[in-house]
């Protein structure tokens, strides 16, 4: 059932709406027990943990609540990576506790379910920002009668909650004309708080707690690597002998170059690099290129480009890194926390660049944290990852090429290698390339036989060179001006 008449179907099952006159309504006395029972939880910041043990490592996952927001890690020893809701969207964050969105369409089922875990619905504000409560009379689940209402807001799918009647605690959440259930269990007293410590999906584990504890200090969404910035946004200076946007930069006070990556998912460094800053090693973790291989993580830093400084981080460990002539690429990790400018033309990248007007915007997904757009290929569509770190033009995958070899004919064949190994690269021409409502005339185009590539392929940097290049990841748009 859609939204809308799931939204339709809670007006017409509701016998009374919890409006101004709010002692009317049969569900108020329930509600005022409720929130006695189980305390302000809509208002608390709570932490809450679980370990499992998967193989021979020790797992932990952290929840980190507070009203509608949420952020769940899993973690390895010190390394940590999950999602982040702010109460509308859904984020993915890595192990520097960077954020990017999952998708660019709000969540309302997770936010309804946000709702109940919060017991936001029982705060005073509740209604006056739109929120709606309905009886829905008595039910049975599992051969036990509950007290049952109907709960919605704006932006999230109305639910019909199953209170016990004795407890005053809700016991299931289930979707309002549909079967999918949520049930609460395991209630336990933490302080002036009741919780439940287990929660299962249709029947199936969900969520199981060994602590839950409130804190008191405020909660804080993913920030990632803020940068302290020393005077107004910093234009740096690339490399004009190199396609891709090298810069001086430095880490841990050893001035080294760095590549500038929209492709790479964080920042990595060279083996050699992480040797001579002597980075102690915070884990293990699985690189992909061209090929493939186990690598470490180290922590350093701090980071400095231009005017920009960023504290210590994680960062992946690249055995052949420095043999393309820098030790260090940035990516996501620096990128994601400022308007970035590319100018091939002018050989510099802008931090903290204002936003251009009459540019062509389109918006960008993001796959495994590096940004993705859509592409009309002749008349065929892809999905393409914009990838500075590419020397490339347009760069397939070749399985995508291999479902539509009509795209180009091969011209030419050419050896190319990457992190973690060496391929073929058979290159052609494609007579147009489509992004929005802008055309180019004739692009060069390739495909890379054992190219790992992030969604159909990569938009390469020589394939940028042909613009201005803005990348907000925050508002999840690409930025494009034609240089012709």
Request: with cysteine; glycine share 10%; aromatic share 8%.
């Amino acid at each position: 059932m859609g939204f809308a008449a799931r939204t339709a179907l809670l007006f017409a099952l509701a016998l009374s709406t919890l409006g101004a006159n709010g002692s009317e309504n049969p569900v108020t006395g329930l509600l005022q027990r409720m929130s006695v029972a189980a305390g302000p939880v809509w208002r608390t910041r709570f932490i809450s943990v679980s370990r499992l043990t998967l193989g021979h490592a020790q797992n932990v996952v952290s929840t980190d609540s507070e009203g509608l927001r949420i952020t769940v890690r899993h973690c390895t020893g010190e390394l940590c990576s999950g999602t982040y809701f702010d109460g509308t969207h859904l984020y993915n964050v890595n192990i520097n506790d960077t954020a990017v969105p999952q998708t660019l369409q709000p969540e309302p089922f997770l936010r309804s379910l946000r709702l109940v875990a919060s017991l936001q619905f029982l705060s005073p504000s509740f209604v006056a920002q739109g929120g709606r409560i309905a009886a829905a009379g008595d039910a049975s689940f599992g051969g036990r009668r509950y007290h049952t209402f109907v709960v919605g807001a704006v932006n999230a799918v109305p639910l019909r909650l199953y209170v016990d009647p004795a407890s005053a605690l809700v016991r299931l959440a289930r979707e309002v004309g549909g079967t999918e259930t949520f049930e609460y269990r395991d209630y336990r007293r933490v302080g002036r708080f009741s919780l439940p410590f287990e929660v299962l999906h249709d029947g199936q584990l969900f969520e199981r707690y060994d602590d839950r504890a409130p804190v008191s200090t405020a909660f804080q969404p993913p920030r990632g690597l803020a940068p302290a910035l020393r005077g107004t946004p910093q234009t740096v200076t690339t490399d004009p002998q190199a396609i891709t946007p090298i810069v001086n930069c430095s880490v841990g006070g050893i001035a080294v170059r760095c590549l500038v990556d929209t492709g790479n998912s964080g920042i990595s460094m060279s083996s050699e690099l992480a040797s001579q800053l002597g980075a102690p090693v915070v884990g293990n973790y699985q690189v992909r290129g061209l090929g493939g291989y186990q690598t470490q993580v180290v922590r350093t830093g701090p980071l400095r480009v231009g005017t920009a400084a960023y504290p210590e981080a994680y960062y992946l460990v690249l055995n052949d890194l420095r043999r393309y002539g820098y030790d260090v690429v940035l990516g996501a990790d620096v990128l994601a926390g400022t308007n970035v400018e590319f100018d091939a033309g002018a050989h510099v990248i802008r931090f903290g660049a204002p936003v251009a007007r009459n540019r062509l915007t389109v918006p960008v997904s993001f796959e495994n944290f590096i940004p993705v757009i859509d592409v009309g290929l002749g008349t065929v569509q892809a999905s393409l990852a914009v990838d500075t770190g590419d020397e490339s033009n347009i760069n397939l995958a070749y399985e995508f090429y291999a479902k539509h070899p009509g795209l180009f004919s091969v011209t030419q064949r050419r050896s190319v290698s990457g992190i973690g190994g060496s391929s073929v690269e058979l290159i052609g021409e494609i007579p147009q390339v489509r992004i929005g409502d802008y055309r180019t005339g004739p692009q060069r185009i390739g495909t890379t036989q054992s190219l790992a590539a992030t969604a159909y392929g990569h938009l390469g940097a020589a394939f940028l060179q042909q613009y201005i290049v803005q990348l907000d990841y925050a508002a999840a748009q690409l930025r494009l001006t034609p240089r012709s």
